[in-house]
């Protein structure tokens, strides 16, 4: 029998599919980065079966989890064309692709892409001070961001703004910050021939030992195994 969509993601662990399911519907960029780091979406290859048909078996599952985080999405009030433009070009590059690493990189750059566009759609819902002071947040997070001064720019007082941005977010103006900052950083430590203090430093942190502490506390991993981790992926 023909597995359903639904059943693809379900054969993950249930928990680790309402994990995933909750970040999309909240359009929690950063929680489901930390989530797919420590989920293992596709199963090893079993001994004895050929290589052509376990390629064929995790291309089909992968294009099944992406569809699942697809309706997710679309159940979260993101916009149905985006969400489509979205799978349609993954569907694509799967067909394409000749590891599991490959796989796996799509697979999880297409959720991630879905659930932002669930948090763009989340944001253009917040209200005009709120939108202000995530925008600045996005635009200066390497700088020093106090409370005090986003709420000169937005004229309101600091407690009602703080009060603004946890009710409207359910997160305070340091989780912003700091998910923000930990968000580049990643790219940086990935992307780019630079050291652990100087991607800290780059992102706003003064001491490298707060950043790895906020790291982990975020990702779940210290800087070093966040690199670690997705050098062994490449494999």
Do not use: W
């Amino acid at each position: 029998m023909n597995e359903t969509v639904f059943q693809a993601l379900m054969r993950l662990e249930y928990a680790n599919y309402l994990r995933l399911k909750e970040c999309i519907q909240t359009g929690s960029v950063s929680e489901l980065e930390k989530a797919l780091d420590e989920i293992t979406l596709f199963p090893n290859e079993p001994e004895g079966l050929a290589a052509s048909v376990y390629m064929r078996s995790i291309k089909t599952r992968g294009i099944r989890i992406c569809t699942l985080a697809g309706y997710i999405a679309i159940e979260s009030n993101a916009p149905y064309h985006k969400v489509l433009n979205i799978s349609e070009k993954t569907v694509i590059q799967l067909e394409h692709a000749e590891s599991l690493a490959r796989v796996s990189d799509l697979v999880r750059k297409t959720i991630t892409d879905i659930t932002r566009v669930v948090e763009v759609e989340r944001m253009q819902s917040y209200s005009k001070p709120v939108r202000q002071v995530l925008a600045y947040i996005r635009e200066h997070y390497a700088e020093k961001i106090t409370l005090s001064l986003l709420a000169e720019r937005t004229e309101l007082s600091t407690f009602y703004l703080s009060t603004l941005i946890k009710k409207e977010t359910g997160l305070s103006l340091t989780d912003h910050i700091n998910m923000t900052r930990i968000e580049e950083s990643k790219r940086m430590l990935l992307d780019e021939n630079a050291s652990i203090i100087e991607v800290a430093d780059r992102v706003g942190f003064l001491y490298q030992n707060h950043f790895s502490t906020v790291f982990k506390k975020i990702t779940g991993m210290t800087p070093t195994e966040f690199i670690q981790s997705r050098d062994r992926s490449e494999y």
